[in-house]
């Protein structure tokens, strides 16, 4: 199967520190696929460069088979990438709906004069976008919402509308960053349920995290990064066992202490 | 007409056109600010769509069908030599290059003689009539809200939010900020030429600093809500000195001030409205 | 004939490299482009009028117009820019807010004091000058080069040697470390304010004295050249303001000479424009503003 998205030997210098270290990796079509790894790891870093924010100091990045290293962002959302942000940037002054709108700029083509004349074309694809954002919003479950501005919206309600906005162009991948941070435990579930849901609009969705439970709970494939270098990658229940994986969370003399537990048959926590 | 509102009309004239002509630069303040720039240009661009008309009906006497239309020509080649480099770059480039223009065009007014140096340029003839502007104006606001209430509008707002994310949306924001650029010289440029045929003299000493900070004051006083809160900001701003004797002297002084108050406290404006940005 | 534009230019640059090495050092460290800067400097000249004007020697009253001017400056920078720095405002609400600030006061000024320039008593400086082979320097020329290697020097020692200028330079690398550091920033920022002031204040009683003319909106005028200064020479940076500068004040000096007086501000837009069509690092660049 040819990936969605292919990652060679990604890295990010920085003066006098490498955030990700030559990565490789493939995402490939349909399900989730989860990036985890202690903090400073370089996971926010790769989503930057993925998404076109942050330049890579070498490597390539495929997306569905082209080559997009050198693409701004701008660009890139054409193709069928979208993504959330860890600290939530909705657009505040904007009511709930036109938030959800701005995410499907890439499918208006309408231009200034069609725009200032109110050309046919304009108005066919302004109904269109407006049914498309409010299929959106039933999807998350904010359709009553609608009108209300985003500012005013709880923070899980604003998490929800950027996950509509980012999913109304039904972008082929999705980029979550941390979407489930500052939320409590039903949040959180009712969060999962959502990232299921968006599996069956054949939306393929790679998400970075640190919420173990979540992650090991929706993903199909994880990848763990450390110190900006991939250590692993394998289905959930794999990475648990992993040995390099516990040394880098836990550090290497409780990884230790772990295996010497395990293997005199005692159960370890976790 | 009705003889009353004629009288009017002729009495008030220099007053009528003045609102007009700051309505268009007003307008063309609030075009920059909507995408999330800052761009001081739009005296510099006025003054050189009024040098450059002029100069058009003076010595190549040209029409004046014609003279309005090509009075955007310059203008629009100065925002790109200034727009190119400094967009790219952090917004306060862009400010800085913009304010630095229009010292630097009435440097070059006052020392070159084709521009008639401190005298300026008199005896421009009245070739402009009020419809003329107030219609470009009327044009002007419809245009903007029209586009306002679209995708290039909520684009354009999204930018100013969050330029990061909106770019992530897939809005080109470099190009929307060149077009927000052409489009203010192009609204300034109109309006120095409008105003060179409509006053028959300009001077080297209208297009610097001091305009150039007003027009700002006329846009924090009357918001970015909708295309008609800057022009509202402007009629305010250009009626107060009329209305209040004795204000003139101080009238500089307090635009500064409102900016001030503005920037500190009111950053939405006077006239907090917002338009609806769906165009369907 | 060369020989004495060349050094009229070095002079002239000094005072501008003076100017703008308040400016950049208000960016660098504040992070604003305080548009009231240029007020300052009228103020600095004002101030210094109207002391000689009382009588006051020339060495008298060029420090204390300077200081003067710093006071100003705090005072200024504490009703302006506290709150935006408070609420972390982006950079363009600090410039505009100087901007409309600037305004008034130019406006107020000239409103109270009339637009009309003014000069310096006759007499405040020697007329006398000195010759030097072909160049001639006068006692004002010599008295703008003494103040300004005397204040550019004790910049240079402040930043480098003293333990306000390691304080500075802290904040201007990384002002969050710097607090957590135990650095009072708030004092530290009213601290630079102040000596931005006096280089600005010092800059406009030594460009009164080279040009005799003095006007409320002569800082305004600098102000083209001190974008040009601090951009050629990159934001922020000293060394870079001071080359930039004596650069600017050489080619005006030779434009005006050999090319046409009037063209000399062309001159040094298009410097600009060049450099940020080049290099808008500028010369030193240490990092350019990209958009965040």
């Given at each position: 199967m040819t990936p969605l998205l292919e990652i060679e030997g990604l890295s990010r210098h920085y003066a006098g520190l490498v955030a990700v270290d030559a990565v490789t990796m493939q995402v490939q079509p349909g399900g989730v696929h989860a990036v985890i790894g202690p903090n400073g790891a370089g996971k926010t870093t790769l989503f930057n460069m993925v998404s076109g924010l942050v330049v890579p100091s070498a490597g390539r990045i495929t997306f569905a088979g082209q080559d997009v290293t050198g693409w701004p962002a701008e660009r890139r959302a054409a193709l069928g990438l979208a993504r959330t942000f860890q600290n939530i940037r909705v657009f505040a002054g904007m009511t709930v709906l036109e938030n959800v709108l701005t995410g499907l700029h890439t499918r208006l083509g309408a231009g200034l004069f069609g725009t200032v004349l109110r050309l046919p074309r304009f108005r066919t694809e302004e109904r269109a976008a407006i049914a498309r954002a409010r299929a959106a919003l039933d999807l998350v479950g904010l359709a009553d919402r609608a009108d209300a501005r985003a500012q005013a919206l709880s923070y899980g309600d604003q998490r929800r509308l950027e996950i509509a906005r980012a999913m109304a162009p039904e972008p082929k991948l999705l980029l979550l960053d941390e979407p489930a941070a500052g939320m409590n435990p039903a949040e959180t579930e009712a969060l999962a349920a959502l990232v299921r849901r968006l599996r069956g609009f054949g939306t393929t969705v790679l998400l970075v995290e640190h919420d173990m439970g979540f992650v090991m709970d929706i993903s199909d494939t994880v990848t763990v990064l450390n110190f900006g270098k991939r250590i692993f990658e394998g289905p959930p229940h794999a990475v648990r066992q992993e040995p390099a994986v516990i040394e880098a969370y836990l550090g290497h003399k409780v990884a230790a202490r772990l295996a010497e537990g395990a293997r005199a048959g005692v159960r370890g926590a976790g | 007409m009705p003889p009353w509102l004629d009288d009017f009309l002729w009495t008030y004239q220099n007053l009528v056109h003045a609102l007009g002509i700051n309505g268009l630069l007003a307008l063309s303040m609030y075009v920059v600010l909507a995408v999330g720039q800052l761009s001081l240009g739009q005296a510099a661009f006025m003054g050189l769509g009024a040098y450059s008309s002029a100069l058009m009906t003076l010595k190549l006497k040209l029409p004046f069908l014609l003279v309005l239309p090509l009075s955007v020509v310059v203008p629009v080649a100065f925002a790109l030599a200034v727009g190119v480099p400094t967009l790219?770059?952090?917004?306060v480039y862009l400010a800085i290059a913009t304010i630095g223009l229009g010292e630097v065009l009435r440097a070059v007014y006052l020392n070159v003689d084709l521009f008639g140096g401190a005298l300026g340029l008199s005896g421009i003839p009245q070739r402009a009539e009020t419809w003329m502007i107030y219609g470009l104006l009327g044009l002007a606001v419809l245009a903007l809200w029209l586009v306002g209430r679209s995708g290039i509008g909520r684009a354009m707002e999204a930018m100013r939010e969050d330029e990061t994310a909106a770019q992530v949306m897939g809005v080109p924001t470099a190009r929307y900020k060149m077009g927000a650029l052409l489009a203010s010289a192009v609204l300034a440029g109109l309006a120095g030429c409008l105003s060179a045929h409509v006053s028959s003299f300009i001077g080297p000493n209208e297009y610097a600093f001091e305009p150039a900070v007003t027009i700002l004051s006329y846009v924090l006083l009357g918001g970015i809500g909708t295309p008609l809160a800057p022009v509202l900001g402007a009629w305010v701003l250009t009626l107060l000195p009329e209305l209040l004797r004795g204000f003139s002297d101080v009238r500089l002084v307090l635009n500064g001030v409102i900016i001030v108050l503005a920037v500190l406290f009111l950053p939405n404006g006077l006239l907090a409205v917002r338009m609806k940005r769906i165009g369907a | 004939m060369l020989a004495q534009q060349l050094v009229n230019g070095v002079l002239l640059g000094a005072t501008y490299a003076l100017f703008a090495l308040g400016f950049t050092l208000m960016f660098g460290v504040l992070r604003v482009i305080n548009l009231t800067y240029g007020f300052y400097f009228s103020a600095g000249a004002l101030l210094a009028l109207w002391m000689t004007r009382a009588g006051w020697p020339i060495w008298a009253a060029l420090p204390a117009a300077s200081l003067g001017a710093g006071v100003i400056a705090v005072g200024l920078d504490w009703v302006l820019l506290t709150r935006l720095r408070r609420i972390q405002a982006p950079e363009l609400s600090s410039l505009m807010v100087t901007l409309g600030g600037v305004l008034a006061l130019y406006s107020a000024a000239t409103s109270w004091l009339g637009p009309d320039i003014r000069r310096l008593p006759p007499g405040i400086v020697s007329a006398d000058a000195f010759q030097f082979g072909d160049v001639r320097i006068t006692t004002a020329q010599l008295l703008i080069l003494l103040a300004t290697t005397i204040l550019v020097g004790a910049l240079l020692l402040l930043m480098r040697g003293t333990r306000l200028g390691l304080a500075i330079r802290a904040m201007a690398e990384k002002p969050d470390a710097a607090q957590l550091m135990g650095i009072d920033t708030g004092r530290v920022a009213a601290t630079v304010s102040f000596i931005s002031g006096c280089l600005a204040g010092a800059g406009g009683v030594l460009i009164g004295l080279n040009f005799n003319a003095i006007h409320p909106y002569m800082g305004e005028a600098m102000m083209l050249r001190g974008f040009v200064v601090i951009i050629v020479g990159g934001l922020g940076d000293i060394r870079g303001a001071l080359l930039a500068g004596l650069a600017l004040g050489v080619i005006e000096v030779m434009t005006a000479g050999?090319?046409?007086?009037?063209?000399k501000e062309a001159v040094a837009f298009l410097i600009l424009v060049v450099v940020l069509w080049t290099r808008p690092a500028g010369l030193f660049g240490r990092a350019v503003l990209r958009r965040a």
């Amino acid at each position: 199967m040819t990936p969605l998205l292919e990652i060679e030997g990604l890295s990010r210098h920085y003066a006098g520190l490498v955030a990700v270290d030559a990565v490789t990796m493939q995402v490939q079509p349909g399900g989730v696929h989860a990036v985890i790894g202690p903090n400073g790891a370089g996971k926010t870093t790769l989503f930057n460069m993925v998404s076109g924010l942050v330049v890579p100091s070498a490597g390539r990045i495929t997306f569905a088979g082209q080559d997009v290293t050198g693409w701004p962002a701008e660009r890139r959302a054409a193709l069928g990438l979208a993504r959330t942000f860890q600290n939530i940037r909705v657009f505040a002054g904007m009511t709930v709906l036109e938030n959800v709108l701005t995410g499907l700029h890439t499918r208006l083509g309408a231009g200034l004069f069609g725009t200032v004349l109110r050309l046919p074309r304009f108005r066919t694809e302004e109904r269109a976008a407006i049914a498309r954002a409010r299929a959106a919003l039933d999807l998350v479950g904010l359709a009553d919402r609608a009108d209300a501005r985003a500012q005013a919206l709880s923070y899980g309600d604003q998490r929800r509308l950027e996950i509509a906005r980012a999913m109304a162009p039904e972008p082929k991948l999705l980029l979550l960053d941390e979407p489930a941070a500052g939320m409590n435990p039903a949040e959180t579930e009712a969060l999962a349920a959502l990232v299921r849901r968006l599996r069956g609009f054949g939306t393929t969705v790679l998400l970075v995290e640190h919420d173990m439970g979540f992650v090991m709970d929706i993903s199909d494939t994880v990848t763990v990064l450390n110190f900006g270098k991939r250590i692993f990658e394998g289905p959930p229940h794999a990475v648990r066992q992993e040995p390099a994986v516990i040394e880098a969370y836990l550090g290497h003399k409780v990884a230790a202490r772990l295996a010497e537990g395990a293997r005199a048959g005692v159960r370890g926590a976790g | 007409m009705p003889p009353w509102l004629d009288d009017f009309l002729w009495t008030y004239q220099n007053l009528v056109h003045a609102l007009g002509i700051n309505g268009l630069l007003a307008l063309s303040m609030y075009v920059v600010l909507a995408v999330g720039q800052l761009s001081l240009g739009q005296a510099a661009f006025m003054g050189l769509g009024a040098y450059s008309s002029a100069l058009m009906t003076l010595k190549l006497k040209l029409p004046f069908l014609l003279v309005l239309p090509l009075s955007v020509v310059v203008p629009v080649a100065f925002a790109l030599a200034v727009g190119v480099p400094t967009l790219r770059l952090s917004g306060v480039y862009l400010a800085i290059a913009t304010i630095g223009l229009g010292e630097v065009l009435r440097a070059v007014y006052l020392n070159v003689d084709l521009f008639g140096g401190a005298l300026g340029l008199s005896g421009i003839p009245q070739r402009a009539e009020t419809w003329m502007i107030y219609g470009l104006l009327g044009l002007a606001v419809l245009a903007l809200w029209l586009v306002g209430r679209s995708g290039i509008g909520r684009a354009m707002e999204a930018m100013r939010e969050d330029e990061t994310a909106a770019q992530v949306m897939g809005v080109p924001t470099a190009r929307y900020k060149m077009g927000a650029l052409l489009a203010s010289a192009v609204l300034a440029g109109l309006a120095g030429c409008l105003s060179a045929h409509v006053s028959s003299f300009i001077g080297p000493n209208e297009y610097a600093f001091e305009p150039a900070v007003t027009i700002l004051s006329y846009v924090l006083l009357g918001g970015i809500g909708t295309p008609l809160a800057p022009v509202l900001g402007a009629w305010v701003l250009t009626l107060l000195p009329e209305l209040l004797r004795g204000f003139s002297d101080v009238r500089l002084v307090l635009n500064g001030v409102i900016i001030v108050l503005a920037v500190l406290f009111l950053p939405n404006g006077l006239l907090a409205v917002r338009m609806k940005r769906i165009g369907a | 004939m060369l020989a004495q534009q060349l050094v009229n230019g070095v002079l002239l640059g000094a005072t501008y490299a003076l100017f703008a090495l308040g400016f950049t050092l208000m960016f660098g460290v504040l992070r604003v482009i305080n548009l009231t800067y240029g007020f300052y400097f009228s103020a600095g000249a004002l101030l210094a009028l109207w002391m000689t004007r009382a009588g006051w020697p020339i060495w008298a009253a060029l420090p204390a117009a300077s200081l003067g001017a710093g006071v100003i400056a705090v005072g200024l920078d504490w009703v302006l820019l506290t709150r935006l720095r408070r609420i972390q405002a982006p950079e363009l609400s600090s410039l505009m807010v100087t901007l409309g600030g600037v305004l008034a006061l130019y406006s107020a000024a000239t409103s109270w004091l009339g637009p009309d320039i003014r000069r310096l008593p006759p007499g405040i400086v020697s007329a006398d000058a000195f010759q030097f082979g072909d160049v001639r320097i006068t006692t004002a020329q010599l008295l703008i080069l003494l103040a300004t290697t005397i204040l550019v020097g004790a910049l240079l020692l402040l930043m480098r040697g003293t333990r306000l200028g390691l304080a500075i330079r802290a904040m201007a690398e990384k002002p969050d470390a710097a607090q957590l550091m135990g650095i009072d920033t708030g004092r530290v920022a009213a601290t630079v304010s102040f000596i931005s002031g006096c280089l600005a204040g010092a800059g406009g009683v030594l460009i009164g004295l080279n040009f005799n003319a003095i006007h409320p909106y002569m800082g305004e005028a600098m102000m083209l050249r001190g974008f040009v200064v601090i951009i050629v020479g990159g934001l922020g940076d000293i060394r870079g303001a001071l080359l930039a500068g004596l650069a600017l004040g050489v080619i005006e000096v030779m434009t005006a000479g050999y090319v046409s007086s009037g063209l000399k501000e062309a001159v040094a837009f298009l410097i600009l424009v060049v450099v940020l069509w080049t290099r808008p690092a500028g010369l030193f660049g240490r990092a350019v503003l990209r958009r965040a």
